[in-house]
């Protein structure tokens, strides 16, 4: 097997990477040399990064996180400064951290409407606002996480699909905006992926219609892998994804062809 080195030298922040998707994003490019720091809330998940990237670090790999959430405005500002501060530059932001919460429509709150938005699209968009004048100087990149729930819509999901939605609409507005400056802004749109918020999501559709559920979401078929998402955020981030920007890249198995 070839081994990769792209991200040697390279400063990425993954939040989320404290768990499911964004832990194997950050596993993923630790092993290809990158300096990665993971943002989370999840300070346990975080932790054990630490044990799964000490064997797989190779050509100057290392991992540090910081615990805080990105849906705080001065959390995000601190974090990113001290990032720059310590490491001297940022050259990749990878946005996973997002959180999926479930409800008939009707039944919905404005506060759970409101919480799959703070987190997946305004956390998003914090982090990508802060980042932003330290990728300019690096040339650097971003790649945010949407979801096949924006692209198709998923029962039971309207705020969490609009949140993803918003995503989408944002990394397109970003990769024009900042064409100029060399900044590429792509997404990577995953379908079900075994990951804990995967698994929990039984549990929160109680009491809902799960059989629509499933024909829609077609969830009888077999999940993907964080590994299988995590490539593709490494392709997109890396110089493989050069010649790339402004694209929402579908990672479904091909389920919502
Ligand atoms: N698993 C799937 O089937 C699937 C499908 C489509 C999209 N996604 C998206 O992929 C991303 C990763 O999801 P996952 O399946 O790995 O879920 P996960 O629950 O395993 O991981 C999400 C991580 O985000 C962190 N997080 C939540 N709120 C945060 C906040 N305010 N600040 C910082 N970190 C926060 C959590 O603590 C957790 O570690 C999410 O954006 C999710 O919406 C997942």
Redesign the pocket.
Known sequence: MTVLSRFSNKVVIV??????????VVRRVVSEGGIVIA????ET??KAGVKQTEKIAAAGGRYSFKV?????EETVKKIIQEVVDQEGRLDVLI??????RSSKFTETSLEEFME?I???LV?TFLTCREAMPHLIKTKGNIVN?????ARFGHPYMAG?SA??GGVEAMTKALSWEYMKEGVRVNA???????????E??GERMGGLDQSLFAHLMRIDYT??E?DH?AAVFAMLASADGSFMTGEIVKVDGGVHN
């Open positions: 939040t989320g990477g404290g768990s499911g998707i964004g832990q194997a943002i989370d809330v999840n998940g975080l805080g959430s990105i849906s705080d946005n996973v951290a997002g959180i999926l799959p703070t987190v997946n956390g996480c949407a979801s096949t729930s969490y949140s993803k990577v749109c995953p379908g079900g992926i075994s990951t804990p918020m995967k929990s999501q999940c993907g964080p998402v």
